[in-house]
């Protein structure tokens, strides 16, 4: 065996009056036949003994870690376990290390010993299972809170006994008072994997019990940490006990007997409305402008003898032709891919970087823009509606043409009147194809400066008004804005701090942008009077510009639609608990719920975050159109089926249906994110692998969603919706005209009729003159 010298010294010790323990599984046994001989048969109770224990797990998955895990659960829990409930001898890893150090139980003691326990009586906790256990005793794995595990272990090791969970809990800092939402959360996992090891394992629990009633005494802690249901502030006199959130959270778990599916989390059967726009959204298109073969003028010979390789001739050309969309293979790729996914619209950005190299027209990449046009038209062609963005920050520069990005960027007011002439050339140039534009896709607000955010604001709605004014009525387009609107939910829903914090990171975090534009012209009263009180007391100086009469006016209102980006939701409080997720600045505490599916990134899925914030742009901003321009989430490469995606576009897209049918919300689209892994890895719903696209099976599931227009039931009634027609300026002088062209037909017929009858008619004639 390996075990170390410092292992068994430091056993040697710890069993160094061993033989009194051997009084321990005795004193306990003769109480339970004490019990059991006299007692039981008038009073029909139950004895068992308390025992602690840990759960470990292999640090590899190697025999050698698994067995050092199970000798990790015998010394701490089979020392007492196994006597009892087993055979009334200690575990075979305690006996095979401890040989000379542990004592001999005769038979006798076996078998009084054995089966002296009405019940495993389970104790399980940060303090009592964790913090005291000697690293030693760990045998260099793993530690885990997995409470399922170790109840599962219990069962299989022990016979599965009846468990009584006797003492659980975890623990919050000793500063926090009355909402403890990490103490809620650990809660709600502890007795969620209780309920999981019944219905899903077959264990046998019976009870469960928290620890504590109060906080008190934390042993070697103290009062550094409290644990208890009632708040006691040790500094008063009359020790007075104030019932914490959690006492909430368990008084309604007790009610309900556990987590009952909630009528308002439970899918809904029904459709999208006709002409509902389904997308896909890829952060940039793939640019390929490699010119064809076709283009080439110069003329090749083959060396079929030597290197087998193409010549070229000099001296020798052919006509040139001109340049055709259908010579840049990429977009024929990209669109079969697109086409395969029965996606009605197709979102991505634009490179302001790569179109406008200096940020003005002094130099423009007319090869790019060429390849933007191709793009679009072929998209109108095969019927999807291209979705443009004229900007959206990434890392390098955040996408900038590099002069603008060194001179201040967005913080620079020039950078305002760039970006308004730089979205006249592309309205200009690709206007005709492009009826859905997106000003700044997705700005970062939580890397923007007040003054940059002042300034970006300013830039769309002057693109805005230019597109209103100048090429509205031409294009007969649509342009607004998008932003990311993850939801922001108070980590206790019984605190009204909590939900003071909640709205307030809200206004921060959408109400920033969204509120000039779609509201009052200003920014949220939330975020100046919030500022002004932050920097009445001097701890920071953050100025929040104005705007002027004049700017108001222009900003507001400077929308077609409300575009939106949602991935996830967050949990957020006020009570400091954890100082690494804790804003200063915004007094707020980050919470994670551990019971939350999580992304390999650790993005929860929250599917009914997606309706709250849809309700709550509503409430906010009336009966705006809304688009959802972005939702998806990561997940792991290497799997082969993308079970977690799967799961995450069912519910979120069902969660939208629910804001639509049963919010009112005038939600008019759907786009997912991403297209590929490519240009997106971990999120596309085609992988990449070895230069070739494969669909994964969340392609497939969202385009049957498609195909369905959502989630029809067998009581939905059949909607035949019209067939939706090309949208490209070609095919609408065409549609717009078919009596005309039904006219012109019929006169040419009529034409070549005569033409032929006069012509058969003269000859018949002149026969019979001969």
Known sequence: MDFTWDKLQYLKWNFRHINDSLSFPQAHAKVWHLYNDHFRPTQKGKVSIALSSHWIKPQH??????????????????????PI???????????????????????????????????????????????????????????????????????????????????????????????????????????????????????NVFGYTVWSLLDGFEWHRGYSIRRGLFYVDFQSHDKKLIPKSSVLFYQKLIEKNGFPPLPENQPIAEVFPCGFAWGIVDNYIQVDTTPAQFLDSNVYVWDVHQTKKLIKVDGVFTSKRKHHCVDFAAIRLQISLLQ????????????????????????????????????????????????????????????????????????????????????KFC??????????????????????????????????????????????????????????????????????????????????????????????????????????????????????????????????GSFDFFALSHYTTTLVGWEKEDALKYDHYLEVQMINDITWLHSPSRAAVVPWGLRKVLKWVKS???????????????????????KLRVHYIQNYINEALKAYTLDNVNLQGYFVYSFNDKTAPKYGLYSYVANQYEPKPSMKHYREIIDNNGFPGPDTAEVLCPEDTALCPECHFFRTRKSLFAFISFIFVAFIVTIFLITYYSKRAERRCK
């Open 620 to 642: 906010k901003y009336g009966d705006v159109p809304v688009y959802v321009i972005a939702n998806g989430i990561d997940d792991d490469q290497n799997l082969v089926h993308d």
């Open 85 to 203: 409930f087993i055979d009334g001898d200690y575990p075979e890893s305690m006996r095979s290390n401890l040989s000379s150090l542990l004592p001999e139980f005769s038979e006798e003691d076996k078998k009084y010993i054995k089966g002296t326990a009405d019940f495993f009586a389970l104790s399980f906790g940060a303090t009592l299972s964790f913090q005291l256990l000697d690293s030693h005793m760990k045998f260099q794995q793993l530690e885990s809170i997995s409470l399922r595990q170790l109840l599962y272990w219990i069962s299989t090791e022990y016979n599965n006994p009846p468990v009584f969970i006797v003492e659980n809990s975890w623990f919050v800092s000793g500063t926090t008072k009355r909402d403890d939402a990490k103490y809620i959360y650990y809660l709600k996992k502890f007795i969620m994997e209780t309920l999981k090891a019944i219905r899903y394992d077959g264990v």
């Open 340 to 423: 395969e996914m029965h996606v009605t619209h197709f979102h991505f950005a634009l490179k302001w970087s790569s179109v406008l190299p200096l940020g003005n027209i002094s130099l423009i990449n007319h090869t790019l823009v060429h390849y933007y046009q191709c793009f679009a038209s072929e998209l109108l062609r095969v019927n999807i509606t291209p979705v443009v963005a004229l900007w959206q920050p990434m890392a390098e520069n955040q996408e900038l043409p590099t002069y603008l990005a060194k001179y201040g960027a967005w913080e620079n007011s020039e950078t305002v009147q760039a970006f308004v002439e730089y979205a």
């Open 61 to 82: 998955m190697t025999e050698k870690n698994i067995k050092e895990c199970q000798k990790s659960l015998d010394f701490v829990l089979g020392w007492f376990a196994k």
């Open 427 to 556: 309205f200009a140039s690709l206007g005709n194809h492009v009826k859905f534009w997106i000003t700044m896709n997705e700005p970062s607000v939580k890397n923007l400066t007040y003054t940059a955010g002042h300034n970006l604001l300013k830039a769309h709605a002057k693109a805005w008004h230019l597109y209103d004014k100048e090429f509205r009525r031409s294009q007969k387009g649509k342009i607004s804005i998008a932003l990311q609107a993850d939801w922001v939910e108070p980590a206790c829903p019984f605190s009204r701090n909590d939900q003071e914090v909640a709205d307030r990171i809200l206004e921060f975090d959408i109400g920033w942008l969204a509120e000039p534009i779609f509201g009052n012209g200003d920014y949220p009263h939330v975020m100046r009077s919030w500022l002004h009180q932050r920097n009445s007391i001097d701890l920071y100086n953050f100025h929040l510009p104005s705007f002027s009469e004049d700017e108001k006016k222009l900003i507001q």
